[in-house]
């Protein structure tokens, strides 16, 4: 069974960090791009950062530019989010997700198609 799994979120003050980890099982993500999205609560999910099968390309939602880095480690099958410098508006449930038909970058959540089930991120002003 294929299972990307997300942990690492909890409750943070504004300007504290966190970082997600997206541990992947069941096969083998490493030549596969890889995405992190978010959902806040009575909005549509939308991109927070992807990173290409190699690493080389990276995309950020303009929103989290300079504050989040998105990276993996293949040989763990495993894709990272480092978050800095959160704000309250940063509160979402976040969720990682695998494109298995892309070697390049995609900001299409319909493009993705194995997810997680999400880790909570709540950030206190």
């Known amino acids: 069974q294929v299972q990307l799994v997300e942990s690492g979120g909890g409750l943070v003050q504004a300007g504290g960090s966190l970082r997600l980890s997206c541990n992947a099982s069941g096969r083998t993500f490493s030549r596969d791009e890889m995405g992190w999205f978010r959902q806040a609560p009575g909005e549509e999910r939308e991109i927070v950062a992807a990173?290409?099968?190699?690493?080389?390309?990276?995309t950020y939602a303009d929103s989290v530019k300079g504050r989040f880095t998105i990276s993996r480690d293949n040989a763990k099958n495993t894709a990272y989010l480092q978050m800095d410098n959160l704000k309250p508006e940063d509160t979402a449930v976040y969720y990682c997700a695998a494109n298995t038909n892309s070697r390049g970058v995609s900001i299409n959540s319909n493009e993705y198609n194995y997810w997680g089930q999400g880790t909570r991120v709540t950030v206190s002003s």
């Open positions: 990173i290409s099968w190699n690493g080389r390309m990276t």
